[in-house]
């Protein structure tokens, strides 16, 4: 298996443009996670899926943001609008249960 | 009030030495703990998941203590690649009933 994928691995965007993040989960996991990690804050659970529905988006920043999945091989995460400080890595990650979760290599995401 | 705190560090260690780091939790709910690694610029992967009873695993050794709210992680014989930043996650910790709480980690330096 391939692991989890993201898309682009780096973005750099201008303050105000829509940004979308897309993940692939490893095939077979039910779980779902958009993590967001700054140095000052670490990692931050987002959102999170469990057989495509989202369960727990308590960790959603506001409006700007928002998660969708589709279908169980695919799940974007779209600011609108982009702000500077939105600027992070932004992880997704998969799982089969909530204990281990595998994470893909992140998407760097700059906003000037 | 954080739901899992971690010594920042850095910690540096000579190799060939021990070293032991804790992590705080405050929700005596959580269910589940584990040791993640991430290494600079990369995704955490799990390292190791934390039982009641301690494990082990090679020169790696996690504790619980739920009376206290805290784990460990003791490093034994510490190698250069042991050089990263390790990450202590809770699951019931505040981050939804499924969502992995990860505290902001303990950077690691072996040094030669």
């Known amino acids: 298996d391939a692991g989890v994928i993201q898309s682009p691995r780096h973005e750099v965007t201008e303050m105000g443009q829509e940004v979308t993040l897309r993940c692939k989960p490893i095939?077979?996991?039910?779980?779902l996670f958009w993590y967001r990690q700054t140095m000052m804050r670490g990692l931050e659970l987002l959102i999170y899926?469990?057989?495509?529905?989202?369960?727990?988006d308590s960790g959603m920043p506001e409006d700007r943001f928002s998660a969708k999945m589709p279908n169980a091989s695919f799940s974007t995460l779209k600011i609108q609008p982009s702000e500077p400080r939105d600027s992070a890595v932004y992880f997704c990650?998969?799982?089969?249960?909530?204990?281990?979760?595998?994470f893909g290599q992140g998407t760097r995401l700059t906003v000037v | 009030r954080k739901e899992v705190e971690q010594d920042p560090g850095p910690f540096n260690v000579p190799e060939g030495a021990t070293v032991a780091f804790n992590c705080t939790y405050s929700?005596?709910?959580?269910?589940?703990f584990f040791w993640y690694r991430q290494d600079c610029r990369k995704e955490p992967k799990l390292l190791m998941s934390v039982y009641s009873s301690g494990n082990e695993d090679g020169r790696f050794t996690a504790q619980l203590n739920r009376a206290s709210q805290y784990i460990s992680l003791l490093i034994r014989d510490s190698k250069l690649s042991d050089s990263a930043t390790y990450l202590c996650v809770v699951i019931g910790g505040g981050g939804g009933a499924d969502g992995l709480t990860f505290g902001k980690g303990t950077h690691l330096i072996i040094q030669p």
């Open positions: 929700n005596s709910a959580s269910q589940s």
């Open positions: 095939s077979g996991h039910d779980y």
């Open positions: 990650a998969s799982s089969s249960s909530p204990a281990e979760a595998f």
């Open positions: 899926f469990n057989n495509n529905v989202p369960i727990d």
